[in-house]
């Protein structure tokens, strides 16, 4: 699997090689590489007594039993920020530092009114930023995957 963003489809794991076991899959869960059509992306600083408080990280969740991956995204950005959201393809995959999940990155555009406001649900979230790539950067703390994933869209210089 990559760390590195990229338009395709993910690869697939390399096969454990012969006679090893093969180790269990982590659980999934999804992040919202949320942009507005002006090329900003929202993210949101964790709330405190939260997983990793203070880190900016994009929206992230888990699906409900039965849930598409899609659809999980659709409704943690819902939650977590009040925007209704066009889930696109997927396109970012990494583990989660400090969890055993893998992180399913997807495309999304805030619908129907791009510039209605973020509502935050403050249980979750205490602040929320749209930002560029570059503005992403220079913020702390941030995990590492999410920082390659902002420094490949901010590319050189």
Same mark, same amino acid.
């Given at each position: #699997? *990559?760390?590195?963003?990229?338009?395709? &489809?993910? %690869?697939?794991?390399?096969?454990?090689?012969?006679? %090893? &076991? @093969?180790?269990?899959?982590?659980?999934? /869960?999804?992040?919202a &590489?949320?942009?507005? @059509?002006? =090329?900003? $992306?929202?993210?949101?600083?964790?709330?405190?007594?939260?997983?990793?408080?203070?880190?900016?990280?994009?929206?992230? =969740?888990?699906?409900?039993?039965g @849930? *598409?991956?899609?659809?999980?995204?659709?409704? @943690?950005? $819902?939650?977590?920020?009040?925007?209704?959201?066009?889930?696109?393809?997927?396109?970012?995959?990494?583990? &989660?530092?400090?969890?055993? $999940?893998?992180?399913?990155?997807?495309?999304?555009?805030?619908?129907?009114?791009?510039?209605?406001?973020?509502?935050?649900?403050?249980?979750?979230?205490?602040?929320?930023?749209?930002? *560029?790539?570059?503005?992403?950067? %220079?913020?702390?703390? #941030?995990?590492? /995957?999410?920082?390659?994933?902002?420094? %490949?869209?901010?590319?050189?210089g």
């Amino acid at each position: #699997m *990559t760390s590195e963003p990229r338009g395709g &489809a993910p %690869a697939a794991p390399a096969p454990p090689p012969d006679g %090893a &076991a @093969e180790a269990p899959a982590a659980p999934l /869960a999804v992040a919202a &590489a949320l942009a507005r @059509e002006d =090329g900003r $992306y929202l993210l949101v600083r964790r709330a405190p007594g939260r997983p990793a408080a203070g880190y900016w990280t994009p929206v992230t =969740g888990r699906p409900e039993p039965g @849930e *598409t991956l899609e659809a999980a995204l659709a409704r @943690e950005v $819902y939650e977590e920020v009040g925007l209704q959201v066009r889930v696109g393809r997927e396109v970012y995959r990494c583990p &989660a530092e400090g969890a055993n $999940y893998l992180l399913v990155w997807f495309e999304a555009r805030p619908t129907p009114r791009p510039d209605a406001g973020v509502r935050l649900d403050t249980r979750e979230v205490s602040e929320a930023r749209w930002l *560029t790539p570059r503005e992403a950067l %220079a913020l702390e703390p #941030m995990f590492e /995957a999410t920082r390659a994933f902002f420094r %490949a869209l901010a590319g050189p210089g």
